[in-house]
């Protein structure tokens, strides 16, 4: 078996589908992670279900763990390593309830490739209904510079309230 088998049986396929795409201001992060070997770009994808993608504080994106319910969601497939994965799991905030990571079905956006292992960052349980009530059941099928205007980046937020804060002060406000 060549290195690359082996590079292919441990790698973890991740949907990823608001600032980590291509554009976005954490893209920075998949640049790094392709630079040093820990990911690879594996093409434009959509969710085979349809799920509720929606914006939290400062247009933080968020899916929801809610099949059936939204739009068919757009995003960007990598193949990232371990290494790579421990790194994309600092950033989504895993260890402290801010996403969680589990198995999402797509498919090419094409439309002639379906991909079954692919993991994506969901909202975390704890705030996703409300979040999705505070959205008013609206959602959107694709994360793009229109749903992004208004972005705060993390250095940029208030740093005396954690994310968790940031989100009960969210779901609790009126809708625009």
């Not at 290494?83 to 797509?106: K, M, Q, T």
């Not at 992004?148 to 002060?169: C, E, M, Q, T």
Request: hydrophobic residues 35%.
């Amino acid at each position: 078996m060549g290195h690359e088998a082996i590079a292919a049986e441990t790698t973890t396929l991740v949907f990823t589908y608001g600032t980590l795409k291509r554009g976005f201001s954490n893209h920075v992060v998949m640049q790094d992670l392709i630079r040093s070997g820990d990911a690879s770009f594996r093409g434009i994808y959509q969710t085979a279900e349809k799920f509720p993608l929606v914006c939290g504080p400062y247009r933080v994106p968020f899916l929801l763990n809610i099949p059936g319910s939204g739009h068919r969601v757009t995003g960007e497939l990598y193949a990232v390593s371990p290494r790579g994965l421990a790194r994309l799991d600092e950033l989504e905030g895993l260890s402290r309830g801010h996403y969680v990571r589990l198995p999402i079905r797509l498919a090419k956006a094409d439309g002639n490739e379906e991909v079954e292992g692919a993991e994506a960052y969901y909202a975390h349980k704890s705030y996703e209904e409300e979040l999705w009530k505070r959205n008013g059941g609206r959602s959107f099928g694709e994360y793009t510079e229109k749903e992004a205007n208004g972005y705060v980046k993390r250095k940029d937020r208030p740093p005396h309230l954690s994310f968790l804060d940031h989100i009960r002060i969210f779901v609790s406000s009126p809708c625009d």
